[in-house]
């Protein structure tokens, strides 16, 4: 079993581009939930996706939006980058109330 | 709203020795999940310990174990006899199971185990 795996692990990108972030869920789970982590901080929930549907968001603005494909996996965008967006994005997979997180994917934005 | 706080922002301990973690959280909800989980320098966070909010049994996983007091909102966790492994980030996190599960969590503690 692979678990939870993101791509790519680094990313740097310039403010006002856009950017993609995968997640591939641990093998049976249906749920991906994404995370951003600012540096020195407890991770902040984006939001949830289950049966290819967003089912709660947290308090992030429009410019964050994402998809889940019907094999589970996800994609987290971001659209008009700030240099606020820096962060660690960890994605993680359930199937009932227990989160396995992948390895994170590190974004910096100059 | 629900909130969990870690007051310790950084802990250091030698080898060998126990350590206690603190976290407070406050919520309005009768039935959730408490977590520890560690992050180290690799970034993957890893679960080490959960318990139901119905079970008054404190959990315990090897050297790790937990003091949930939930009249206090109190969930702190104890590591004996620490190893240089578990040189980590700590975050404590709550859920609530029912409906779109989301993880809230404290700001972490940074715990550091020396030789």
């Known amino acids: 079993d692979a678990g939870v795996t993101q791509s790519p692990t680094h990313l740097i990108k310039t403010r006002g581009q856009q950017v993609t972030l995968r997640c591939s869920p641990k093998s049976g789970h249906d749920t991906v939930s994404w995370y951003q982590q600012a540096l020195g901080q407890g991770p902040q929930f984006i939001f949830q996706y289950y049966e290819e549907e967003e089912r709660q968001r947290g308090n992030f603005p429009d410019r964050f939006s994402g998809h889940q494909f019907p094999n589970y996996s996800s994609e987290l965008n971001v659209n008009a980058l700030l240099l606020g967006d820096s962060a660690l994005y960890l994605c993680?997979?359930?199937?009932?109330?227990?989160?396995?997180f992948g390895p994170g994917t590190r974004l910096t934005v100059t | 709203a629900q909130t969990v706080t870690q007051s310790q922002p950084e802990m250091s301990v030698q080898e060998a020795e126990t350590v206690t973690l603190s976290c407070t959280y406050d919520t309005s909800e009768s039935n959730y999940y408490l977590f520890w989980y560690k992050q180290p320098p690799s970034r993957q966070m890893i679960l080490v310990i959960r318990?139901?909010?119905?079970?008054?049994q404190n959990a315990t996983e090897n050297r790790f174990s937990v003091n949930f007091q939930k009249a206090a909102k109190s969930f702190s966790l104890k590591i004996s006899d620490s190893q240089l492994g578990d040189t980590a980030m700590y975050f404590c996190?709550?859920?609530?199971?029912?409906?779109?599960?989301?993880?809230?969590f404290g700001q972490g503690t940074r715990l550091t185990i020396n030789p």
């Open positions: 993680a997979s359930s199937q009932k109330d227990e989160q396995y």
């Open positions: 996190a709550f859920i609530v199971p029912q409906g779109a599960q989301k993880l809230v």
């Open positions: 318990q139901e909010a119905y079970k008054q």
